[in-house]
């Protein structure tokens, strides 16, 4: 299987362009995830997903929609683009939640977005 | 506020000598503390965790280290390979934790293999 993936892996948006980035995991887990990365800091959880049909908010949901029509899908919506979301972005799946079982979460790529 | 951290930002060790990453909490309450290793374009993965009731938890060639008098966590990294080359964090699980999974992250530190 191909695990999580996430595209695309690079992306430069201007300020108020609106975009999605696709996560797709084929290990039918239950728990999805994503998270956001700048340098010097820790990664934060945006927004996370414990099955289809089901969302909920992270540390720094603004300006992020998630939706999880799909077990398999994740996309991360940016509908009005600004330069503070300039980031790597990664997705994650696992069966259990993170806390609960991390040795069983799988992160993909990343995709790191620039706005100007 | 509560953070986690990391003292050094870069750590440079001959390949085949032991590598020690530390990593300081100051939230007194966490019960659980992880390590990752994430290296370059990729994404994080996970090495070894640990709970609050343990001081001490060998894997394959990794030990953490759990100091709960001085809230400090070590990752040490035995017979260094060029391999282990990546950036290293240690993550937290506290009653404040910053995410909904209860998780503080680290910022990294950046080990480097010298040959």
């Known amino acids: 299987n191909a695990g999580v993936t996430q595209t695309p892996k690079f992306q430069v948006l201007k300020t108020g362009q609106s975009m999605t980035l696709q996560c797709a995991q084929d290990?039918?887990?239950?728990?999805m995830s994503w998270y956001r990365q700048d340098p010097g800091m820790g990664l934060r959880l945006i927004h996370y997903s414990v099955g289809a049909g089901i969302t909920d908010q992270g540390e720094v949901p603004n300006g992020y929609n998630v939706s999880r029509s799909t077990t398999e899908d994740f996309p991360l919506r940016l509908l009005s683009a600004a330069p503070s979301q300039t980031s790597v972005y990664f997705c994650?799946?696992?069966?259990?939640?993170?806390?609960?079982?991390?040795?069983?979460?799988?992160f993909g790529p990343g995709t790191r977005l620039t706005v100007l | 506020g509560e953070s986690v951290g990391l003292h050094l930002p870069t750590l440079s060790v001959q390949e085949g000598d032991n590598s020690i990453i530390n990593c300081a909490y100051s939230?007194?309450?966490?019960?659980?503390f992880i390590w990752y290793k994430q290296e370059s374009g990729k994404g994080p993965q996970f090495i070894i965790d640990i709970r609050s009731n343990m001081d001490k938890r060998q894997g394959q060639r990794v030990t953490v280290l759990l100091n709960k008098t001085v809230k400090h966590l070590s990752l040490q990294i035995a017979a260094t390979q060029p391999g282990d080359s990546a950036v290293y964090f240690c993550a937290e699980r506290g009653e404040t934790g910053g995410g909904a999974d209860g998780l503080t992250f680290g910022k990294g530190t950046h080990l480097i293999i010298q040959p």
């Open positions: 994650a799946s696992s069966p259990v939640a993170l806390a609960a079982g991390p040795d069983t979460q799988y």
């Open positions: 939230n007194s309450a966490s019960d659980y």
């Open positions: 290990m039918n887990h239950e728990y």
